[in-house]
Every structure is written in structure tokens, then in C-alpha cells.
């Protein structure tokens, strides 16, 4: 199974809300080689590490592709980069976020990618959409579950699902 995270906290001129540029970057990964399986659902979530910054859409989505995980990984930064993404300053805010979480359960450490993504377990609003995604998924190098993952998080890091509906924040 091959996970993403997929996050923002700004909008765009040409997007109106972080809801659609996320959106709108899973609709173009089928032409860049990306095939969406399935997604969670809409998450608002609390900036991490807190700030004051908008509040982030986020979710998580399984996907299919033919793609090693380094080109994968290449082909997702160019997707943030088209949707506007500018990397100046760490955990500013951003109109698109796309992380490679696991891939088959392989372990990597290149330097420019670590299989599993190197913070998936500490960050609740990756945990709470891959649990809904993929209950029994596990983690590649702690052996556990999503669930176990998510219980043992210490207090903080707000998320709640959106209502696909509304328009929201995102």
C-alpha cells in the first residue's frame, strides 16, 4: 500500500479555499503517472508545530503507481510546486503539502527520503485519516496499528473531520 498525505492552509488566486487546491492536486495525479485509490475524508487540523497560522485541510489517500519512491517522491514535489508551493521558511504555511508516508512498507533512509515518513506517528492528522483509510494498516518499523499509534499520542494536536458537503475552511 502506498500512502500520501495531503495537506493545505492557503489558498491561491486560482483556488479559492485549501479544500480545492487539495483537491484539485488528487485530480492531477492521474496525469502524472499517480493513480488515486481511495481517500479519506476531510480533516481541519491545528497547525504543528502550533502557530498562528491558518488551520490546515488534510487527508490521506492510497495510491497505485509504477513509480519508484524516489521518482514518486520527485513527481509530488513538482505537484506542490505547480499548485504554488514556495519552501522559504520550515512548517510555514503553504498552499500544498504532499507527503510520501509509506510505500509498500519499505524502508528507506536516502537522506532526501525516509520510508516511513520520519514524524507519521507523532502527527494526528495524518493518523486519524489513515485509520479511517486503512484500519488495518501497520507501521513498517514500530509494528503498529494506526489505532495504537493515534491512542498513544499525548493531548493536542486538534483535528476533526469536515463535512464533504460544506464549503468551509477548505
Known sequence: MILIGIGSNLASREYVTPREIA?????AMPGIGIEIV?????????PVPVSDQPWFVNAVATVATALDPGALLDRLLALET???RRRAV???????????LDYDGQRLDSGALILP??????????LAPLLELAPDWRHPVLGL???ALLAALPPGQPVQPLDEQSAGNG
Do not use: C, M, Q
Open 23 to 27: 483537491a484539485a492536486a488528487l485530480a
Open 38 to 46: 481511495a481517500r479519506s475524508r476531510w480533516y481541519l487540523s491545528e
Open 82 to 84: 505547480r499548485f504554488g
Open 90 to 100: 520550515p512548517n510555514a504555511a503553504r498552499t500544498l503539502d504532499l507527503d510520501l
Open 117 to 126: 515518513h520520519p514524524r507519521l506517528h507523532e502527527r494526528r492528522f495524518v
Open 145 to 147: 496499528s494506526a489505532a
